[in-house]
């Protein structure tokens, strides 16, 4: 029975930590894109736009 819970709590140490390796890097992926779509938003709005009628 403790060979069992020991062998139990070791996969779940590995795939707890393999989740909060893809985790973490996801989150940086997440960052990075709303970084990318700030400065794409910033952009557009200031170059995309020269013919827009006024007040729109």
Known sequence: MWI???????VGWVVLN???D???FA????LGLAV???IAHFLRGRFG???APAGT
Request: proline share 0%; net charge positive.
């Open 4 to 10: 069992l819970l020991a062998i139990a709590l070791v």
């Open 18 to 20: 393999v989740a909060w």
């Open 22 to 24: 893809v985790a973490s």
């Open 27 to 30: 989150v940086h992926l997440l």
């Open 36 to 38: 990318l779509a700030v």
């Open 49 to 51: 736009r020269r013919d």
